[in-house]
């Protein structure tokens, strides 16, 4: 019997969908590359995954791209990574501007080399205004740090009480929604300090496949997905 192909559901998509590009370095050892090899791949899914996601009309991305973990790999590798994104992001300007991409990021960029830096505030200023989308990129970020320095800035406020909106309002993601949906590619199933707080009625996917190897196929598998499960936050 021939199964019955499922489509998207074109009226129920995920506002904002977060990505935890994992598997770069597995990728790359499995076919006996490089592991800066791996992450370089990764770049060309980021870019597809942005492409469909932005066809699809999905509202928000958001992307670990570099954690305050990551500092403990090998310089080299590292160097690598700051060098893929800051060139990613000086070839790829102008096309998210065209696609209306407007670039946000969480975490502390004031840690990140200057070169690397300088190119995020650049194309944060060049996409201001676009109004279609919405690119979160998680650099230097982690949740916990994120958590506390919110509650340090609460703190040195003044603010005595507070509830879970003003709370909020302390998160380098004050002006996003929740992601709705969270993708972890390569098998793993944990968060690794990825957005905690934002993520408690999220919907996890954990799929298989390599970050690199993640194509539109994966993503629309994914969304599919997320558009079976049944979202009660709490209710019946």
Same mark, same amino acid.
């Not at 800066?36 to 791209?65: C, F, N, Q, W």
């Not at 505030?121 to 970020?141: A, L, Q, S």
């Given at each position: 019997?021939?199964?019955? %192909?499922?489509?998207?559901?074109?009226?129920?998509?995920?506002?904002? !969908?977060?990505?935890?590009?994992?598997? $770069?370095?597995?990728?790359? &050892? @499995?076919?006996?590359?490089?592991?800066? =090899?791996?992450? %370089?791949?990764?770049?060309?899914?980021?870019?597809?995954?942005? #492409?469909?996601?932005?066809?699809?009309? !999905?509202?928000?991305?958001?992307?670990?791209?570099?954690?305050?973990?990551?500092?403990?790999?090998?310089? #080299?590798?590292? #160097?690598?990574?700051?060098?893929? *994104?800051?060139?990613?992001? $000086?070839?790829?300007? %102008? @096309?998210?501007?065209?696609? +209306?991409?407007?670039?946000?990021?969480?975490?502390? =960029?004031?840690? *990140?080399?200057?070169?690397?830096?300088?190119?995020?505030? @650049?194309?944060?200023? #060049?996409?201001? $205004?676009?109004? %279609?989308? &919405?690119?979160?990129?998680? /650099?230097?970020?982690?949740?916990?740090?994120? !958590?506390?320095?919110?509650? $340090?800035?609460?703190?040195?406020?003044?603010?005595?009480?507070?509830?879970?909106?003003?709370?909020?309002?302390? =998160?380098?993601?004050?002006? =996003?929604?929740?992601?709705?949906?969270?993708?972890?590619?390569? +098998?793993?199933?944990?968060?690794?300090?990825?957005?905690?707080?934002?993520?408690?009625?999220?919907?996890?996917?954990?799929?298989?496949?390599?970050?690199?190897?993640?194509?539109?196929?994966?993503?629309?598998?994914? !969304?599919?997905?997320?558009?079976?499960?049944?979202?009660?936050? +709490?209710? /019946?």
């Amino acid at each position: 019997m021939k199964l019955k %192909k499922v489509e998207i559901d074109m009226s129920n998509l995920p506002t904002h !969908i977060a990505f935890i590009m994992d598997g $770069n370095g597995r990728w790359a &050892i @499995k076919r006996k590359l490089s592991r800066t =090899l791996g992450h %370089k791949a990764g770049i060309e899914a980021l870019r597809r995954v942005l #492409d469909r996601s932005v066809m699809l009309g !999905i509202k928000i991305i958001s992307l670990y791209a570099f954690s305050t973990e990551n500092w403990k790999r090998p310089k #080299d590798e590292v #160097d690598e990574i700051f060098r893929l *994104l800051r060139e990613y992001l $000086n070839e790829d300007t %102008k @096309k998210i501007v065209e696609q +209306g991409i407007k670039i946000v990021t969480m975490g502390d =960029l004031s840690k *990140l080399p200057e070169d690397i830096r300088q190119a995020f505030e @650049k194309v944060i200023f #060049d996409t201001k $205004n676009c109004t %279609k989308h &919405i690119f979160n990129i998680g /650099i230097n970020y982690g949740g916990r740090p994120e !958590i506390i320095r919110a509650v $340090n800035s609460i703190i040195a406020s003044g603010v005595k009480n507070i509830d879970e909106q003003d709370f909020k309002k302390y =998160l380098y993601t004050v002006d =996003l929604p929740d992601p709705d949906f969270i993708v972890r590619t390569s +098998g793993e199933m944990r968060l690794s300090n990825f957005m905690p707080y934002q993520s408690a009625y999220s919907e996890f996917y954990f799929p298989k496949t390599y970050w690199p190897d993640f194509k539109e196929k994966e993503l629309d598998n994914a !969304i599919i997905e997320y558009q079976s499960r049944c979202r009660r936050f +709490g209710a /019946i």
